[in-house]
C-alpha cells in the first residue's frame, strides 16, 4: 500500500489553463514537501509546509497542507511548458520517535502543451 | 552555494561486479540519505546516515548493499555482486538537521542521482 497516494497520476493540458494536484494520505504528516523532477534528474524542492491549513505561494504555485496534516494540494495558474515534468509530494510520518524517512508519492507527470 | 553532488551520474556493471555511488552533502550538512527510484515506481528511503554513524538502514537489502559517511570524504552507497533489479536511479539527499516536533528532520535537498544499468 502507498502511503501517499497522488493524484492524477498523468495530466496533460493547454497552455494558460489552471490544474490541481492532490496528495493524500490516511496518515499525519508532521511536514509535507513538494518536489519537481525533470528526466535525469534529481527532485528539486519547491516548498514545505509544516502547519494544517498553511498556505504558501509561489509565483504561479499555490500550496496547500489539509487542516488535518493528511493532505496536500499545488494548484498551479496559467500554465506554461515549463511547468512540465514530474511532480512528487513527500513527507515525514508524525511519530513521536521521530521519523527521518521521507515518504514518497509516485508523482504527477504534467505535461502542458503549447 | 555548491548543491549536494553525486558521481558518477551514469554507471554500468555486469552482472556480480560491484557498484560504488559516491555523494558529497551540501556544505554545512552533516546528514545524508540515500534513496532508490526504481521506473515506474516513486523514490523509496534506503538509509539514513551521519558522519561514521549509520542512523537509520530500515530500507536497505538486507544482502550485498552497504553504506558508510566517514569523517572524511563523500559518503558511499556500495553494490557487491550486482543484478539486473539493482538497475535504478539511486539519489542522495543531505540535511542540516532540526527535529521538528513530532518528528522528522529539516528538508532534505536531492543530488542529481546516479543511474546504474546492470547488463
Known amino acids: 500500500t502507498q502511503l501517499l497516494e497522488q493524484s492524477p497520476q498523468f495530466l496533460s493540458i493547454q497552455e494558460g489553463e489552471n490544474l490541481t494536484v492532490y496528495c493524500n494520505s490516511s496518515?499525519?504528516?508532521?511536514?509535507l514537501q513538494w518536489y519537481r523532477q525533470e528526466p535525469g534528474e534529481g527532485p528539486v524542492l519547491l516548498v514545505t509546509?509544516?502547519?494544517?491549513?498553511e498556505v504558501k505561494k509561489l509565483k504561479r504555485l499555490t500550496f496547500q497542507f489539509g487542516d488535518a496534516r493528511k493532505d496536500s494540494s499545488l494548484h498551479i495558474t496559467a500554465a506554461q511548458p515549463g511547468d512540465t515534468g514530474l511532480y512528487l509530494c513527500?513527507?515525514?510520518?508524525?511519530?513521536?520517535?521521530?521519523?527521518?524517512?521521507?515518504?514518497f508519492g509516485k508523482g504527477t507527470k504534467l505535461s502542458v502543451i503549447p | 552555494n555548491a548543491g549536494v553532488m553525486q558521481n558518477p551520474r551514469h554507471l554500468v556493471r555486469r552482472r556480480g561486479q560491484e557498484a560504488r555511488l559516491r555523494c558529497s552533502p551540501m556544505?554545512?550538512?552533516?546528514?545524508v540519505y540515500w534513496y532508490r527510484q526504481l521506473p515506474e515506481e516513486g523514490l523509496k528511503f534506503m538509509v539514513y546516515?551521519?558522519?561514521?554513524?549509520?542512523?537509520?538502514e530500515s530500507g536497505m537489502p538486507k544482502e550485498r548493499f552497504s553504506a558508510e559517511f566517514p569523517k572524511e570524504g563523500p559518503s558511499i552507497l556500495r553494490i557487491q555482486q550486482v543484478v539486473r533489479g539493482d538497475s535504478a536511479a539511486y539519489f542522495c539527499?543531505?540535511?542540516?538537521?532540526?527535529?521538528?516536533?513530532?518528528?522528522?528532520?529539516?528538508?532534505?535537498?536531492f543530488g542529481p542521482g546516479t543511474r546504474l544499468t546492470v547488463l
Open positions: 513527500a513527507g515525514h510520518p508524525y511519530s513521536g520517535a521521530g521519523s527521518y524517512q521521507l515518504t
Open positions: 556544505k554545512g550538512h552533516s546528514h
Open positions: 496518515s499525519v504528516f508532521s511536514s
Open positions: 509546509v509544516v502547519t494544517g491549513g
Open positions: 539527499a543531505s540535511s542540516p538537521i532540526r527535529r521538528l516536533a513530532g518528528g522528522g528532520t529539516d528538508t532534505q535537498y
Open positions: 546516515l551521519q558522519k561514521e554513524n549509520i542512523i537509520d
